[in-house]
C-alpha cells in the first residue's frame, strides 16, 4: 500500500486551506478553510496509524474531529455576532486590533 | 547541699524565708503604680480622715506590706536560731553551747541562710541569678530598711503636702526603699550592683528634688558623681573575685563566682590567691568608701542635705549610706581574708584605718556648722566611721548592731530637724539665726531630740552605748589600742558638738523665726542681700534665687536661697538670704498662708510628724536592749551573727581570743566619763560663747589667730571640697579640655574640611562622568531603542486577520524548514 498518496492528498488539502486562509476576505469561508488544514492533519495522522498498524492515530484523528466541531461552533458564533453588530462579515472590515 | 544541711540540722523554715523576694518586690510595683496612675488620683475624704492622693498612699501602703513580710520573715529566721538551739552565752564564746549534731559536723553553730535563686540570664559559660539569701544580717537590715521607710513615708505625707512634684517625691522615695532591698535580699554580687546603683539614681533624683535650684541639682550631681567613683571600684573588685572565685565556687556547688556564699567559701578556704583577694577587696572598699561617705569621698554627705529632710532622713538612717558598711558585713570572709584582719600582730588595717580617720575628721567639722542639719550629716559620717573602724577591729556584731541603733536615733534626729523646720523655725535650718530657745514651744520634738541625742552620744542605757562602746571595747580587746583611743576620742566629740546643736536649737533665747518674727524683720536684717523676687513670684509663686556667696572662701558650699511666704497671698514677697541657708520653700503656698494664719511662730508639729518621731525616740532609746552586754543580753549576737563555719570567719581565732569582747563596767568607764566631760565642757563654752552674758570666750575664733586659722580650716572642710574641684577635676579636665580643643581644631577639622573638600570635587567628577554620561545615557538610550522598536513593530499588528495567518503559517514554514535541516 503506497502512503505517498495519501500524504499527497494532506498536503494539497493543507495548502488549499493555507491559500483560503490568507486570501479569502468572507469570514465563514475563512472558518470552512482551517477546517481543510484540521483535516488535512487527519489524512496524515490516518495515514501513519495504517502505516505501522498503531490505533492512537486513528484516536487522535476522532479527538481532532471532536475539537474542530467544537472550534467550528464557537468561530460560527462568533461570526454571528459580528454580522449581527455590522451587517458584514468582511474580514477587511474588522480591523480594530490594528495596533 | 543546703537542704541537705537544714535536714541536718533541723532547721525550720516557714513561708516567709521563702517568699522573701516579695519584700523587694512590693516597693516596686508600688513604684510603677505611683508612676502610672498617681497624678490622677485626688484626695479621699472619709469622715473626718483625709486620704491623702497623688499615689502616696501607694508608696505607703507598698511599704508597709514590705513592713510586714520583713517582720515574718524576721520571726520565722528567729525560729529558726531556735530551732538549731544555738545560743552564745554570756560570753560568747563559740562552741560552748551548741548542739552536738552541728559540732559532729564541725561547723559552729552557723546556721544557713534560706537561698532562693533564679536563672536570670547565661552568657559565655557564666549563670547571673537573681534570687534571695535570708541570713540574720540581711533580715535585721531588711528589718529596718522596711520599717525606717515605712515611718519616713508617713511623715513625708505631711511634710510634703502640696509639693509640686509630690507623687514623682512618693515614687522616688519607694524606689529607694526597693533598691535598698534589692540589695539586701541579693545571693549574689550582681544583684548587689543592680540594688546599689538603683540607689545612686534614686539619691540623685531625690537630693535633686527642688532642682529648680542651682544648688540643689548641684548637691544632686554632686552626689551622684562621688558615689560613682567608689562605684568604679565596685565593677573592678566584683570582676577581681569573679574570675579568682569562678573555679573554686563552680567545683563547690554554688554556681559561679558571684554567688555570695561561694565567695565566702572561697575566702575562707585558704586556697583564694592572696593577691586576688587584697586587691577584691581593696577595690570593693573603695565602692564602700563613696557609698558610706568615708574620708577621703565623705564630701557629697553633707551636700545631701540640699534634698527634704525626709530623704536626707532616710539616706542617712538605713538607706543609702549603709550599703556600703552592709557590703563589708556581707562579704565579710573578703576583707577579713585580704585585708588580714585580726591576724596576730597587725595593729593596723585600710578598713580600721579609713574608719578611724572618718570618725575625728568628720566630729570635727560638725563643730563649725550652723546648719543643723548638717550637723547631724557629719555626725553619720563620724558614726559610719565607727561602723566601718568596728568591722576593720573584727568587732563584727557591734558594727552591725551600731547599723541597726544608729539608723533609729539618726532618723529620729533628721525628724526631729525636719519638724523644727516645719514648724518652729520657718523653713530654716539655720541655728545661729533662726532657732534657741524651742524647748517650751516644741516639747514633743525636744523630748525625742534629747532622747536621740542621748542615744547618739552613747549615754549608759541608751542605745547608743551598747553598740559604740562594744566597737570601742572590742577594738581595745582585739589589740587595736590606736583605734581604741579614736573611739574614745570621737565619744567626746560626739557628745560635745551635739551639746552645741542642742544647746543653739532648744536653749538659749529664741532667734529670728524661733522669735516669731519672720520675713520683714529678717529681711531687714540682711538688708544688702536682700532681693526683691516679686516678679520672680508672681510668674512662679516657688521661686528660689541662687545669690552670690559672701565670701568666696565658701563659694563652692551649696548657697541656697530661702523664699519665704507671707501669711497675705497677695503680699507674697521673698527675701533671700545669702548664707548657708539650706532649704527652699517647697510646700504650697495657699496650705502655708492658711496655717500662718493661726499659728503665728513655732509650735508644735502636727500628728503625721509627731507620732514617726515618738516611735522612733522610744526605740533610739529602746533598740540597744536587743544586745546589752552590761545585762548579758545577747539576743542579737544570736539571731544575728553567724559564728564561724564554712561562711564565716572565726573571729579572733587567730590569736587563740574570745570572737567579741566580755562587758565590764571597768572598761566602759573611759567612754562613758568622756561623754560627761564632753558634755561639761561644751555645755561650759557653748553658754559662754552663744549665751547672753558678755563672757570672755566670745568671739574667740575671731580673735587668736590660731583659732581663727582652725576655725577657717575646718569651715572649709579641710578644703577638700576645693582639692577635688580645683585642683583634681579642672587639674584633670583642664588640661585634657585643652588638648581636646587643639586636637578638635588642628586634627579633626584638618581631617573632616580635607574629606569635605575631597568628597566635593570626587562628587562633582562622578555627576559629570557617571551621572550625566553613563546613567543618563543608559536611561535615554533605552528609552529611544524602546520608541524605536515599537515604530519597526507597529506596522506587523495591523489589525488583518489575513496578515496575521500569513505569518502564522509563514512561520511555521520557517520552523518546518530549520526542523528538515537540522535532523537531516
Redesign the interface.
Known sequence: MLISEFLLLGAVLFCIGVYGVIVRKNAVLVLMSIELILNSVNINLLAFSLKYNDISGQTFALYIIAVAAAEVGVGLALVLLIYRNKRNISLDELSEMKG | MMLAQDAAANLSSGWFLEHAWLIAVVPGIGFFLILAVGKRIRDIKVGSLTIPGGGSMFGVASMAASLVLAAGTAYQWIQRVDSAGATHGALGSFGSSITGMLRAEGEGNYITPVVKSYTWWRQGGATFTIGSHIDGLSMIILLLVAFISTLVQIYSLEYLRGDRRYTHFFAALTLFAGGMLTMVLADNMVQIILGWEIMGLCSFMLIGHWWEDAANSRAALKAFFTVRVGDVGLLVGVSIIFFSANSFATKNGFGSGFDLQGINAWAQSGTASHTAILWGAVALFIACIGKSGQFPLHTWLPDAMAGPTPVSSLLHSSTMVVAGVYLVARIYPVFHTGLSINVAGSHFNLIAIIGGITIIIAAALAFVQTDIKKVLAYSTVSQLGYMMMGLGVGAWTPAVFHIFTHAFFKCCLFLCAGSISHSGSHHSFEMKKDMGGLRKKMPITFACWMVSTAALCGVPFFSGFFSKDEIIDNAHHAGYNVFWIIGLVGAFMTTAYMTRATYLTFFGKPRGAAAGEHDDAHGDAHDPHDLDVDDAHAVQPHAVAAHGSTTDDHAHQPVMAMARTVGDVADIHGDVDASDAEEAVHADDAHHAAEHDVHHGPHESPALITVPLVILAVLAFGSGYLNAAAFSIHKFTDWVSPIGGQFFPKIGEASGELPEAAFKWVNALPSILLVLAGFAVSAAVCISIYGDTAAPLKGITKRIAPLRWGYKFLFNKYYLDVLYEKIIVHGVAYPVSAAAYWFNQNVLDGIVNGAGKWARKSGLWIYKNVDQRVVDGTVNGSGAAARGLGSA??P???????QY??LL?SAAAVAALVLILVNT
Not at chain 2, 506587523?796 to 489575513?802: A, D, E, H, L
Open positions: 513593530l507597529r506587523v499588528q495591523s489589525g488583518k486577520v489575513n495567518g500569513a503559517f
